[in-house]
């Protein structure tokens, strides 16, 4: 579930550089960005490429719904870390958010981050807030968390977050999230709520 709809409230800038063949299923394949999108950190361009080849989903897909989703970690909405449910963020590591913390260093925030920095004010789907990196619902990160490989943990985490959205996506495809077979556009309407999120994050993967 998106923050684009709220991108014009934070101007994210939409900026892409030409990447590959977009990969449409099958995990552990050697997907790798190329330039990737181009207003992404350095370092986190590394974190998209493990998590693409972990579940075999394009690395510049995965960066470019982390750039629509919360520009790459800088936006940043200033609610309250209590709008995380209370299981979901006693997994979130609030020290690697902080200024000079892992996370806050990989994405180049100097300033650092809070949890509620990375929440949706928008309720969706009986009132939950999509929250952290790559923006889930708390119930799609319960499920899909559970289903990625590794079982990764803290949805603020950019690997974390970058490989249950490449495993999402991945199961999306294979019909094993709803029992349909969908397209990498299909799956990703599903992930962002519409068509046209999907439309937009294959063409800032496709250098659009």
Not at 34 to 58: C, E, K, M, Q
Not at 99 to 114: D, Q, V
């Amino acid at each position: 579930m998106s923050l684009g709809g709220l991108v014009a409230l934070v101007s994210v800038s939409l900026a892409a550089a030409a990447g590959p063949q977009l990969v449409e299923t099958g995990a552990n394949t050697a997907a790798t960005a190329t330039a990737g999108v181009v207003s992404a950190p350095a370092a986190l361009v590394a974190v998209a490429d493990d998590a693409g080849r972990v579940t075999g989903v394009s690395p510049d897909v995965l960066l470019a719904i982390s750039e629509v989703e919360c520009n790459f970690g800088r936006c940043r909405m200033g609610l309250s870390d209590d709008m995380v449910p209370a299981d979901v963020r006693g997994h979130v590591d609030g020290e690697a958010l902080k200024a000079g913390g892992a996370t806050a260093a990989l994405l180049g925030l100097p300033e650092g981050r809070r949890v509620g920095d990375w929440v949706n004010p928008l309720p969706v789907a009986g009132g939950q807030h999509a929250m952290g990196f790559m923006q889930f619902l708390p119930s799609t990160w319960r499920q899909e968390a559970r289903a990625a490989p590794g079982r990764p943990q803290d949805p603020y985490r950019p690997r974390d977050s970058m490989v249950v959205a490449g495993s999402y996506l991945a199961r999306l495809q294979a019909g094993a999230v709803d029992g349909r077979h969908h397209s990498l556009r299909g799956a990703l309407a599903v992930y962002g709520g519409s068509v046209s999120y999907a439309d937009r994050v294959l063409a800032i993967a496709r250098g659009g």
